[in-house]
């Protein structure tokens, strides 16, 4: 049973999180048997929050259930669907109900998801999010009520190290770190000199950082996630690698490549651990990790 | 100026179903500037019901008027006694004059031409864009003159968002984001520092609807 | 009367700017009330006397 995540955070030198994606729909048996296989391989792990607003089982519930299997958890809470009463109803809801770790974000548009025409929210934004979990934790709501019990959380929000223009997302990143911040998991990265070039200007910061690690399973997929998916750059090498893979096991090279990254990012003490996403193919993430020496 | 846009014909005939006399009331102001509900735009629409009305073989009079303002209960001055004569007055004014006609004229069947699109500016002939949201609590000055309620279709107060790509919105590749927008603002004016520190929640109470405005001048208070 | 609504709205300006609204102030009389003017004269009077100078008076180099 893995000890509470921002113990990890203190004690361990490298740690390792993962994924996992509630389905549409209340058929939960893949989604436990990937928590069955994930719980205990990993510190933590996140349970997304309606991701890329395709509606889905919310993460509330999901993290509850990975609690009662002998888990970690971390809500991931979006600013797209709720307000702040919903937001802090939900973050008291979830730590009477032993949930420790939440994952600030503000969320994907409405319309990139599959219910185009709905209300999007967007009351807050991941910045006060943060800031809005730090002001529980005196006792006192958004609003400046006194609770009746102050929740506490470890709170963490992310970055994406190689966004292009850079200056506004670092500019942003600071003031996740400023409002409170403690944990950061980033967008996936491949280029590892890039990356440390990155975290040559994140250490200056009082906060862990993970890498995020998605599993390229073909250079179709590299190649649309260089053409579609904001700040994510697969070099032409790692494409050229996959290319190459005999057929019908770009896959395993996809897994190479990620325990690789995983393994460099470890033994060069680049950053503070990994965050793993493979989702689609959670059942994988063991893989990643034999693949990195773990 | 208040932007709005013509409704597809199929629904403003739906709504004249059963209407044997229409009156198409277009305004002067706003939506004549942006070519949806003025004179010119009230000529046409009258004229493409009357052919449409004829080719369906249904009898009905359609005929035109258009007063300066429809927000202004004095412009309605000039028509008020000509419209017992339809059935129905088909307004070509923004949300706002489409309410006022219907408020003056209870017992007239009032039905909106247009979609109030938004607040905007012309970029150039023939194309409007949408620049405010009305919200009550104008942060402009920290933005450097880029509104983040409007330009960021999830309206952050701190943005940008994980979604931004070379200065494209997460929404459609053809929308600026607006936070790289204020950030090289901000940047050529030498003001980072107006976003440097965390903006507090936007106050939605501001914006409670319907909202309702007195002039200082017109309150009835002691100095 | 509309006057009357624009003295009191600028006197809602000047308390804005800190200038107090007393100094401004709207009588009504007919051009043969002589009296009615001396008094709301004397009025004035004692008033900027009790208010003192204008706080913009020698606050810029055009005084006002």
Known sequence: ?294 | ?223 | MRAKRWVRFTKKLLKEIGIEPERLEMFNMSSSMAPAFAEAVREMTRRAEELGPSPLKGKTKNAA
Not at chain 1, 240 to 254: F, M, Q, R, T, Y
Not at chain 2, 167 to 174: F, I, L
Not at chain 2, 198 to 210: D, R
């Open chain 2, 1 to 223: 100026m208040i932007v709005g846009h013509r409704k597809p014909l199929e629904e403003i005939k739906s709504y004249l179903d059963g209407c044997e006399r229409v009156l198409v009331l277009g305004c002067g102001t706003c939506v004549a500037v942006c070519m949806a509900g003025g004179e010119k735009e009230v000529q046409l629409l009258a004229s493409q019901l009357r052919m449409a009305f004829k080719e369906e073989g249904k009898e009905v009079l359609v005929e035109e008027e258009t007063i300066q303002r429809q927000c202004d209960r004095e412009y309605f001055d000039t028509i008020k006694n000509k419209v017992e004569h339809y059935d129905a007055v088909l307004s070509l004014a923004c949300g706002a004059g489409v309410q006022m006609a219907a408020e003056l004229f209870p017992k007239r069947v009032v039905l909106p031409g247009l979609n109030t699109t938004f607040i905007g500016v012309a970029e150039k002939e023939g194309v409007w864009s949408e620049k405010c949201r009305a919200c009550a609590s104008c942060l402009l000055a920290e933005t450097g003159g880029i509104c983040p309620i409007t330009i960021c279709p999830k309206g952050l107060v701190n943005g940008p968002c994980g979604g931004t790509n070379h200065g494209k919105c997460e929404v459609s590749k053809e929308k600026d984001c607006a936070w790289t927008l204020i950030y090289r603002r901000l940047e050529g004016q030498g003001r980072l520092d107006k976003i440097r520190e965390i903006q507090p929640a936007k106050n939605y109470k501001a914006q409670t609807t319907p909202a309702t405005i007195v002039h200082a001048a017109y309150m009835e208070e002691e100095a």
């Open chain 1, 1 to 294: 049973m893995p000890m509470p995540f921002a113990e990890a955070l203190k004690t361990k030198e490298f740690v390792v999180t993962a994924e996992v994606g509630p389905p549409k729909g209340v058929d939960i048996q893949e989604m436990l048997h990937n928590i069955e296989l994930l719980k205990d391989k990993v510190d933590a792990l996140n349970v997304t929050d309606n991701q890329s607003s395709v509606m889905r089982i919310g993460s509330l519930p999901v993290c509850k259930l990975i609690k009662e299997a002998g888990g970690e958890p971390i809500l991931q809470m979006t600013c797209r669907d709720r307000n702040r009463v919903a937001l802090q109803s939900e973050l008291l809801g979830a730590y009477i109900l032993g949930i420790r770790n939440v994952l600030a974000l503000t969320g994907d548009y409405i319309t990139v998801g599959d219910h185009i025409e709905a209300k999007p929210v967007f009351d807050l934004d991941s910045v006060l999010l943060v800031k809005l979990i730090r002001q529980m934790e005196q006792g006192k709501d958004f609003a400046g009520n006194e609770l009746k019990g102050a929740p506490k959380f470890c709170v963490g929000a992310i970055v994406t190290p190689e966004a292009d223009p850079i200056e506004p997302q670092l500019l942003k990143f600071e003031k996740k770190i400023k409002a409170g911040a403690e944990f950061i998991q980033t967008q996936a990265i491949y280029d590892l000199e890039n990356f440390k070039k990155f975290m040559g200007y994140a250490r200056k910061f009082d906060v862990k950082i993970l890498a995020g690690i998605v599993l390229l399973a073909s250079a179709g997929m590299a190649r649309f996630m260089n053409a579609n998916v904001p700040g994510i750059f697969v070099p032409q090498e790692l494409i050229d690698e996959l290319v190459a893979a005999p057929k019908g096991k770009a896959l395993e090279k996809g897994i190479e490549i990620a325990g690789r990254m995983v393994r460099q990012l470890r033994e060069e003490k680049v950053c503070d651990g990994v965050h793993i996403m493979a989702i689609g193919r959670e059942h994988l993430v063991p893989e990643i990790l034999s693949a990195a020496g773990m």
